[in-house]
Nanobody
Framework: QVQVVESGGGLVQAGGSLRLSCAASGRTVSLWTMGWFRQAPGKEREFVAG????????DYAESVKGRFMISRDNAKNTVYLQMNSLKPEDTAVYYC?????????????????WGQGTQVTVSS
């Protein structure tokens, strides 16, 4: 069993930055695929960024490319999402997810473990 816990959310002005953390426990996830998703009120959950453990390849949603960066610290069993140049439309609950396989990085239904989410609010 793997547990993932997000932290780092908060309120920030447009143009600001936040760094989200996702700490995994229960087993080492250095070779796992880790993803960040978000869900805004009244909208479906959407893929934000992901990283494959085996080669560290990353992918991003078009809406965040060039502004967000996903990274991992295997020694800490933790994944990060650095969010820069935040926009009001980035406001959402951000979720971290984990799975052992590298396929379909952007597909939420393929992930096995989810955190409880952390709120990010960007004011205009």
């Amino acid at each position: 069993q793997v547990q993932v816990v997000e932290s780092g959310g908060g309120l920030v002005q447009a143009g600001g930055s936040l760094r989200l953390s996702c700490a995994a426990s229960g087993r080492t996830v250095s070779l796992w695929t880790m993803g960040w998703f978000r869900q805004a009120p009244g909208k479906e959950r959407e893929f934000v960024a992901g990283i494959r453990g085996s080669v560290g390849r990353t992918d991003y949603a078009e809406s965040v490319k060039g502004r967000f960066m996903i990274s991992r610290d295997n020694a800490k069993n933790t994944v990060y999402l650095q969010m820069n140049s935040l926009k009001p439309e980035d406001t959402a609950v951000y979720y971290c997810a984990a799975k052992p396989l590298p396929n379909d990085l952007w597909l939420s239904t393929t992930y096995d473990y989810w955190g409880q989410g952390t709120q990010v609010t960007v004011s205009s």
